[in-house]
């Protein structure tokens, strides 16, 4: 498109939080195109500059595109069993341990087509979608095999091109030792290294490769050597760690210059101090604490005190976190961990899109990507304050109006 079509748009008169904090006062927003290119208090905005400009509205709350840096959405079948199950007792861990949990859904995606799991991942995304994301991390994790782990990679990236959001696609495949390998998960890790991390990077199917590191699932060993093998790929790593228990994996991913480590209710000092050193982003999932009644908290004052960013993600999944809005996640981040709702909203904008490697993403600022929620609330912490759908006025991804 030439310069002279590009479409400006104009927001008067709007509360704006830029993706780290809220800005003191009542501001004019321009875009034009795919990008914010001006962005001014209204006390100082020359009504002469908006001429062409499509008036977008007055007042409101205007926030970046939500980035949910955390989501497991492509999968088959249901744990409303394992539901039922937890509430009448038995744990996370003693389901997985009896081959439900993460397995029940490997058979379950194993058995679908691509096109059966984009159908039912459609409206999980759409939702999303319709409460302000504009960026989503999907995870495989549910194949184990290398055909079924680039099955849900082809999904994932499928979704950002029918819909329209940004998908970050990882692989996942040490989430879970799949019953071929049963007594042999170094046999697995190896696959993973050998095959199917080769086989996803050749085919540009993974932005990032991801573990599972806990007693139900990968030692801190074998997961340093699968982010050993995604180095040799140019991959860069994160890790679901310290969720159930404190292994150490954490400082061992930060230590490989992790992008983020994700759950962290177990961490300690030291792997808040290696996360520090390494600039890797702490990724809240309360969703998870939320379902699974956890109750060790993440350690958020120390990661505060220690200037570790914060990013707060849905962690979308059919087992520890059936819960398809980024919003409810704002709250209980503020009820259940004590997150300023800044801090939240932070976590699901600025602070998600590092967690992804996106600088520069998840920001309101000039140059910046045009992808913009405006709000039907009048402050930034109302977002987080109330539950309740139906708040979104309009969306825009990379300058195009999606929803108003
Ligand atoms: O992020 N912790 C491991 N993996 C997922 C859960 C996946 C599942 O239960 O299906 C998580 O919580
Ligand atoms: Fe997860």
Same mark, same amino acid.
């Given at each position: 498109m030439s310069e002279t079509t590009k479409t400006r748009r104009l927001w008067r008169d709007i509360h704006v939080f830029d993706g780290l904090r809220t800005l003191p006062e009542p501001m004019a927003v321009i875009s034009e195109g795919a990008r914010i290119v001006s962005l001014v208090p209204m006390r100082e905005?020359?009504? $002469?500059?908006?001429?062409?400009?499509?008036?977008? *509205?007055?007042?409101g709350v205007m926030t970046p595109? %939500?980035?949910?840096?955390?989501?497991?959405?492509v999968f088959g079948g249901s744990r409303a069993d394992e539901f039922e199950a937890r509430l009448e007792g038995a744990s996370y861990e003693e389901i997985a341990r009896r081959g439900g949990g993460i397995l029940s859904t490997v058979t379950a995606t194993r058995e679908a087509s691509k096109e059966q799991l984009l159908e039912l991942a459609r409206p999980r995304l759409e939702a999303l979608i319709a409460d302000g994301v504009t960026t989503v991390e999907i995870k495989s994790g549910?194949?184990?095999?290398v055909e079924d782990e680039l099955k849900m990679l082809r999904v994932a990236r499928r979704l950002g091109e029918v819909l329209p959001v940004r998908v970050v696609t990882t692989l996942l495949g040490a989430h879970a030792l799949p019953p071929e390998f049963k007594d042999d998960s170094d046999g697995y890790i190896d696959l993973v290294c050998r095959e199917m991390i080769p086989a996803a990077a050749k085919e540009g199917l993974a932005d990032a490769v991801d573990v599972f590191c806990e007693k139900i699932a990968f030692s801190v060993a074998q997961c340093e050597r699968v982010f050993e093998a995604a180095e040799a790929h140019g991959l860069p790593i994160k890790a679901h760690a310290?969720?159930?228990?404190?292994?150490?994996g954490t400082a061992m991913a930060a230590r490989h210059g992790a992008l983020s480590a994700d759950h962290?209710?177990? %961490?300690d000092d030291a792997g808040i101090q290696a996360m520090r050193q390494a600039g890797s982003v702490a990724v809240i999932l309360p969703g998870a604490f939320h379902t699974l009644r956890e109750?060790?908290?993440?350690?958020i004052a120390a990661l505060r005190e220690a200037g570790v960013p914060m990013a707060v993600a849905t962690? $979308?999944?059919?087992?520890s976190s059936p819960l398809f809005m980024p919003t409810l996640m704002l709250n209980l981040a503020c009820t259940l961990?004590?997150?300023t709702p800044q801090e939240a909203l932070a976590g699901m904008t600025a602070h998600g899109a590092t967690a992804l490697g996106l600088? *520069?993403?998840g920001r309101i600022q000039e140059? $910046?990507? $045009?992808d913009l929620c405006i709000w039907d609330?009048?402050?930034?912490?109302a977002l987080a304050y109330a539950v309740q759908?139906?708040?979104?006025r309009q969306r825009l991804f990379q300058g195009e109006l999606t929803h108003a």
């Open positions: 905005f020359d009504e $002469a500059t908006v001429e062409g400009c499509h008036d977008m *509205g007055r007042g595109g %939500l980035v949910d840096c955390h989501t497991h959405l549910y194949g184990l095999t310290e969720q159930l228990s404190n292994l150490g962290i209710e177990y %961490l109750t060790q908290q993440p350690p962690d $979308a999944n059919p087992g961990f004590r997150l600088k *520069g993403g140059g $910046a990507t $045009a609330i009048d402050t930034p912490a759908p139906g708040r979104l």
